[in-house]
């Protein structure tokens, strides 16, 4: 429990020093911890001053999920229930410039070493779920398997 907005700064920046997070999601950690505490102010303050940065956290989150072969569906999906407002997020994935049909196939060869049967539906369409649920669209996921194909 927080005595003071002081406090409840000081608990904010050791957060932010930890890794970056949304506007919303340091207020709800916060919240938890202090009822008494208007964190609206706490919160512009540290915005103010640079500490924190929706743009950042957007941006370093779509970095980070990209490298780990995250699709921009469940990214995008991702930083909306972080509470990042939706102009953020597409400002942030176009200049993120990232080829998400080449992710996508990248993804695809690290999970399936081999090559897709012309007839075996039953495993195609468990790729295509699995592909699916890591966040990629239907144009994606037959590049991905489209080039997959090619290279065997």
Known sequence: MFENESAAKN????????REHSRKELKEKLIAR?????????????IERG???????????IRMRASQGQGLIKIRFEL?????????????????EIDWF?????????????????NDY?????????????GFNSEQIGYAIAAADESD
């Open 80 to 96: 909306q229930r972080k509470g990042v407002n939706s102009e953020l997020i597409a400002s942030a994935f176009e200049a993120a």
């Open 122 to 134: 039953k495993e195609r369409a468990k790729r295509m779920r699995f592909m699916s649920q890591r």
């Open 11 to 18: 608990a904010a920046i050791y957060l932010l020093a930890r």
């Open 34 to 46: 202090s009822e008494l505490i208007d964190l609206d102010i706490v919160l512009d303050e540290l």
């Open 51 to 61: 500490y924190q940065s929706d743009q950042r956290f957007t941006e370093s989150f």
């Open 102 to 118: 080449e992710l996508a196939a990248d993804r695809y060869k690290r999970k399936y070493k081999a090559a897709l049967l012309a």
